[in-house]
């Protein structure tokens, strides 16, 4: 999967994401179904997390590369981003 960051200067990221992490209700277990996804968190090739580098409209530093589900879904991502994610439940893929 083709890493969605885009720098300031406005170049693509050139990194895979190599490993995602979804964030929401889990089952105890820390496995999370695909209806309870609240976020995706993505690591670069490149840049592993972008830490630092996204700066959502409050202009404050974001400490990690995470997305919503719908934000994915926009683009085109959303099913390579789960099918990343080791935290996953079976039920939910």
Known sequence: MQCPYTYANGRQCTGEVYRARAYGKHDGCGRVERQNIRKIR???SDRGDH???IRPSSLVYKERMEFY???LE???LLAEAISLCDNISKAGR
């Open 42 to 44: 993505l690591w670069c």
């Open 51 to 53: 830490v630092g580098a």
């Open 69 to 71: 589900p719908d934000q």
């Open 74 to 76: 926009g683009r085109g």
